[in-house]
C-alpha cells in the first residue's frame, strides 16, 4: 500500500477516526500492522484501545529503552518484559523510570536473563499497587544471599508498601530458582495474599529429606537453605480460598508428596503441570484424581514410570478435563485411551512420543459415543510409529468439525491417503504439522491418486520366490524394495491439468491454514508445492530438507503467501539467489528465515533481504559458504530488528550473534513467535 501525501491539496477528505477503527476491526492483526503503515490518520486509528488488549512491550535495559518507558505513561495499561538488567546505575534508573511513570498501570512484569539487586526490585515493587502477574524466574541474584527481605529495614518497607502493592498479585513464577528457600518464600508469599497461580518449576524442593540437616522434612522449623514441602502446603492451606493452578514440573516430587497435596483440606485445583516428574507412578494419579477431581489441566508429559492404568484414573476421575499431555510417556499404551476420549469435556491431547499408541482405541473411542464423546480441538501425535494411514483416515471423519490443529511430525507410515483425508475432513484447520512423514509424495498433497506412466517391467512385478536349480546361492530369494529406494513417480503437465480441473481434495482446501510444516519430506518438489502452498493467511511455513524443490517453489509460496513471518528453508540445495530475488519483493511481513547449508546463497541474497525485508528477527545462513563478511555487516547495519544472526565464519566455525533491541512491541492477541 502506498503511503498518503497529506499536503496533497488534490486528496480526498479523511474518513472520521471511528470510521476508520471500525474498517480496522475487520482486519487480522498481522494486517492491521501492515495497515497502520499507510499513513498518519491509519496508524492513529491502529492505535484505538479496542486493539491493545494485554499489549506486552518486550526490550532490553539501555538508555535508549527510558524514552520508551516515559511514553508508556500515556496507555491506561501495559505490561513490560524488561531483560539484562544488572546492579549498575542505567538498571537502577530504568526500573525507578518504570515505578514513576507506569506503576499504577502495569499489569504484569517480567525480568529474563536479569541479575537485578534487592534494593533495585524493592525500589520499583511499592509502586506496582495494580500488579496482576510478576515474573521472577532465574533471577538467581536476588535469593543467592538468602538475605532478601530480611534486614530490619527492608521488612518495614515491606509492611508499610509492598504488602499493599503486591495484594493483588495473582500469578507468581518462581521457576529455575536455585536459591529459593523457606525463609526468602515466605517473605515474599505473605505479601501476596490472593495468588492463583504459582510456578514452581525446576526449583530445587525438599520434599522428604532434607540433605543439609541429614533429617526427614520437618524436622527443621524453617530452613534457610533449601524450600521444603512442608513450607509449599502451608502456603495452599492459607490461600486455598483463591488458588486454582500449580507447576511443579522437573521437581524432584514423590508420590507420597503428590498425595500430600493433593489432600490438602479445601484446595481446588483447576490447572496441575508435573512435566518430567521421573518419581511419580500411577498410584499417585489414582490419589490425585481423587482427591482434586475438579482439575482442566493436566500435564504429566515425560513421567516415564506411568502407564496405561494412570490413563484409565485420569480418563474416569476428571469429569471436566480440557486439556491433558502424556507426551513421552513411554509405557502408555492404547488401553485406556478409548475411555479418554469419551470425556465430553476434552478439547487437547498430546500423546506425542507415545511410541504404543497406534490410534485404534480412540477411534473405538469417538465412534462408540458420538452424541457425548470429546471435541478435540489439538491432537499432537508426532513419533507416534504405529498410526496408519486406517486410523488417520478415520480420525478426520471423526474430528472434522472441530479439530484444529495435527500434528503428525514422524509419523513415517503415514502416506497420501491421509494427505486427501485431511484436506477432505479437516477443512477448519489452522495448523498442521507432516515433517519427515517420509512416504508423502506430490500426489500428496496435490489431492490426486497416483498413477504410473508406463507398464511394470518384469523386474519390478511381484511374482513371489523363484526357487532355482542353485538353491543354495544367496540371491534364492530376492529381498523386497524398501520404499525409500523408490524415487517418486513424476508429475506431469498432464496432471497439473487435472489438478487444476479437480483441485477439492488438495491441500488448497485448508484456506485456514496459519502454519504448514513440511520439512524432511524428502518426496516432495516444485510440482506440488508450487500448486497448493497457497494460503493468504499462512503466517509460518518450514519447507527445510526438500532436495528436489528448487527457486520455482520459492517464487511461488511468496507471492501467494505474503503473510508469512517464519520461514525454514535450511538444506534445500536447489535454493539460489535468483530464489530470493524473486521472493523477497514479496515478504515485507518476514521476521524468521532460516537458508542454512542452501549452498548456492551468495552474499547477493543477504542485500536482497536488507533491502526488501526490514522486519528480520532472525537470520540462519550458516554453512553457506559463499556469504562474506562484508554482506553481514551490510545486513547488520540495515536491519533494525534484527535479534538473532547465524553464520559459519571463515574457518568454518558456527557463529551465532544476538543484538541488542530496543521497543519491539507485541501483544498477546497476536504472540509473533516461530
Not at 499432537?380 to 471423519?397: G, H, P, V
Not at 513415517?412 to 491417503?417: R, S
Not at 511468496?558 to 521472493?583: F, I, N, Y
Amino acid at each position: 500500500m502506498e503511503g498518503c501525501d497529506e499536503e496533497d491539496p488534490l486528496e480526498v477528505p479523511e474518513l472520521p477516526l471511528e470510521i476508520l477503527v471500525y474498517i480496522l476491526s475487520f482486519l487480522q492483526t498481522s494486517d492491521r500492522k501492515e495497515a497502520s503503515l499507510v499513513c498518519r490518520s491509519w496508524y492513529i486509528a491502529s492505535q484505538d484501545l479496542c486493539f491493545q488488549k494485554n499489549a506486552v512491550f518486550c526490550f532490553t535495559a539501555s538508555a535508549s529503552s527510558l524514552e520508551l518507558v516515559r511514553s508508556l505513561g500515556r496507555r491506561a495499561r501495559c505490561s513490560l518484559i524488561i531483560s539484562q538488567l544488572d546492579g549498575f546505575s542505567l538498571s537502577k534508573s530504568l526500573l525507578l523510570e518504570v515505578g514513576l511513570c507506569v506503576g499504577s498501570k502495569l499489569d504484569s512484569l517480567a525480568l529474563p536473563g536479569s541479575s537485578v539487586t534487592e534494593a533495585s526490585l524493592l525500589a520499583l515493587l511499592p509502586r506496582l499497587t495494580s500488579l496482576r502477574r510478576l515474573d521472577l524466574s532465574g533471577l538467581d541474584s536476588l535469593f543467592m544471599s538468602g538475605a532478601f527481605l530480611s534486614r530490619k529495614e527492608h521488612r518495614q518497607q515491606v509492611q508499610a508498601n509492598v504488602k499493599s502493592a503486591l495484594s493483588s498479585l495473582e500469578e507468581l513464577d518462581l521457576s529455575d530458582l536455585r536459591y529459593l528457600s523457606d525463609l526468602t518464600f515466605n517473605r515474599l508469599t505473605s505479601c501476596t495474599p490472593r495468588l492463583r497461580r504459582l510456578s514452581l518449576a525446576g526449583c530445587h524442593i525438599a520434599f522428604e529429606f532434607d540433605p543439609y540437616q541429614g533429617c526427614p522434612v520437618g524436622s527443621v522449623e524453617v530452613s534457610s537453605a533449601l524450600l521444603s514441602l512442608r513450607i509449599l502446603r502451608k502456603l495452599l492451606t492459607e490461600q486455598r480460598a483463591t488458588f486454582v493452578a500449580l507447576d511443579l514440573s522437573r521437581t524432584a516430587i514423590t508420590p507420597e508428596s503428590l498425595r500430600s497435596i493433593a489432600q490438602v483440606e479445601g484446595l481446588s485445583l483447576e490447572e496441575l503441570c508435573l512435566q518430567s516428574c521421573k518419581e511419580l507412578s500411577d498410584y499417585s494419579v489414582e490419589v490425585l484424581v481423587k482427591h482434586q477431581p475438579g482439575l482442566q489441566m493436566l500435564d504429566i508429559s515425560g513421567c516415564t514410570e506411568l502407564t496405561s492404568r494412570a490413563v484409565v484414573a485420569v480418563a474416569r476421575g476428571l469429569s471436566s478435563l480440557t486439556q491433558l499431555s502424556l507426551s513421552r510417556d513411554w509405557k502408555v499404551t492404547e488401553t485406556g485411551l478409548a475411555e479418554l476420549v469419551s470425556v465430553a469435556s476434552l478439547r487437547g491431547l498430546d500423546l506425542s512420543e507415545c511410541l504404543h499408541v497406534g490410534g485404534g482405541e480412540i477411534v473405538k473411542g469417538l465412534s462408540q459415543r458420538r452424541a457425548e464423546r470429546a471435541q478435540l480441538e489439538k491432537l499432537n501425535l508426532r513419533d507416534c510409529t504405529y498410526m496408519r494411514d486406517e486410523a488417520i483416515f478415520s480420525l478426520t471423519q471423526l474430528l472434522g468439525s472441530s479439530l484444529r490443529e495435527l500434528d503428525l511430525t514422524s509419523c513415517v507410515n503415514v502416506t497420501d491417503l491421509s494427505v486427501r483425508a485431511i484436506a477432505t475432513y479437516l477443512q477448519g484447520l489452522r495448523v498442521l504439522r507432516l515433517g519427515r512423514c517420509i512416504e508423502v509424495t506430490d500426489w500428496g498433497l496435490l489431492g490426486m491418486v497416483e498413477t504410473s506412466t508406463c507398464e511394470l517391467d518384469e523386474e519390478k512385478e511381484d511374482k513371489g520366490p523363484r526357487f532355482t536349480r542353485t538353491f543354495g546361492n544367496m540371491g534364492f530369494f530376492k529381498p523386497p524394495r524398501l520404499p525409500f529406494e523408490d524415487p517418486p513417480k513424476l508429475v506431469t503437465p498432464d496432471h497439473l491439468e487435472q489438478f487444476k480441473r479437480h483441485a477439492g481434495a488438495s491441500l488448497l482446501a485448508l484456506g485456514r491454514l496459519r502454519e504448514l510444516d513440511l520439512s524432511s519430506c524428502c518426496k516432495l518438489t516444485d510440482a506440488s508445492i508450487a500448486q497448493v502452498v497457497r494460503f493468504t493467511d499462512l503466517q509460518r511455513l518450514s519447507l527445510s530438507s526438500l532436495p528436489n524443490i528448487t527457486d520455482a517453489s520459492l517464487s511461488a509460496v511468496a507471492q501467494h503467501c505474503r503473510a508469512l513471518t517464519g520461514l525454514e528453508l535450511g538444506h534445500c540445495p536447489c535454493v539460489s539467489d535468483r530464489g530470493v530475488a524473486q521472493a523477497a519483493p514479496h515478504l515485507h511481513r518476514l521476521q524468521h528465515l532460516s537458508l542454512s547449508r542452501c549452498s548456492n546463497i551468495t552474499d547477493k541474497s543477504l542485500f536482497l533481504l536488507a533491502q526488501h525485508c526490514k522486519r528480520l528477527k532472525t537470520l540462519d545462513v550458516s554453512r553457506c559458504s559463499n556469504i562474506s563478511g562484508t554482506a553481514v555487516e551490510h545486513l547488520q547495519s540495515q536491519l533494525p530488528f534484527l535479534e538473532n544472526f547465524h553464520f559459519t565464519l571463515p574457518g568454518g566455525t558456527d557463529f551465532t550473534h544476538r543484538f541488542n533491541v530496543v521497543g519491539d512491541v507485541s501483544s498477546s492477541e497476536f504472540a509473533d513467535q516461530y
